[in-house]
């Protein structure tokens, strides 16, 4: 299995430009996830999905925006990209019950606005 | 305002030491988690936490989930250079949220 897939692995992108960051899963995951992790810091949650339609924001959703028409695929989107979102973006899924919780990381997409 | 707190921020020992990192808040969490990430790769787990006062043990590291369920600790005995990372402690707060929140990490540095 492949586990959790994200394209591109790197991209550097223009002040305005937009792009978005493509995920799969083949775990047939109910939750997915996207964090940033700027350099030297912990991950911080800009969008969750609970299930293939739903979605919703997490601690940074400004300037990103998501969707879940599947349940294998959860792209991010970045409109109008600013310096301020270089970083390293990881997509992450999981199967939640409350025992089980265990979220499978893509290797990361790191992105660079100059 | 950062749900989970962990500290120390970074720790540097000599190999065959002891330490103990802590994950923090103000908020009870369902369960707790421990993860390693190396250096251009996303987070591994290491253990999952759920019942308060748990304590999990995994070759030398040994996991505590507080009793109230606010807090988790990480203790390594006998550091070696392979435990180097960044440890991350994540969880889902609230009875049984949404959310799947990180905290800030431990970078730990394990000397030769």
């Not at chain 1, 550097?12 to 775990?27: A, N, R, Y």
């Not at chain 1, 028409?69 to 991010?76: H, K, R």
């Not at chain 2, 203790?75 to 969880?91: E, F, K, R, S, V």
């Not at chain 2, 949220?97 to 030769?112: D, E, I, K, M």
């Amino acid at each position: 299995n492949a586990g959790v897939t994200q394209t591109p692995k790197f991209r550097i992108l223009k002040i305005g430009q937009s792009m978005t960051l493509q995920c799969t899963q083949d775990m047939n995951h109910n939750y997915m996830y996207w964090y940033r992790q700027d350099p030297g810091m912990g991950l911080k949650l800009i969008y969750y999905s609970v299930g293939a339609g739903i979605t919703d924001k997490g601690e940074v959703p400004n300037g990103y925006n998501v969707s879940r028409s599947t349940t294998e695929d959860f792209p991010l989107r970045l409109e109008l990209a600013a310096p301020s979102q270089t970083s390293v973006y990881f997509c992450a899924s999981s199967y939640r019950t409350r025992w089980d919780t265990e979220a499978f990381f893509g290797q990361g997409t790191r992105l660079t606005v100059v | 305002t950062q749900l989970l707190e962990q500290s120390p921020q970074f720790l540097s020992i000599q190999e065959g030491e002891n330490l103990t990192v802590y994950c923090n808040s103000s908020s009870v969490f369902s369960s707790l988690q421990w993860y390693r990430q190396e250096p251009g790769e996303g987070p591994v787990l290491l253990v999952t936490v759920v019942t308060g006062g748990e304590v999990k043990k995994l070759k030398r590291l040994t996991f505590q989930f507080g009793d109230a369920r606010k807090d988790s600790s990480l203790h390594i005995t006998a550091a070696q250079p392979g435990d180097t990372g960044l440890y991350l402690c994540a969880g889902v707060p609230g009875n049984y949220g949404q959310n799947f929140v990180f905290g800030p990490g431990t970078r730990l540095s394990v000397l030769p």
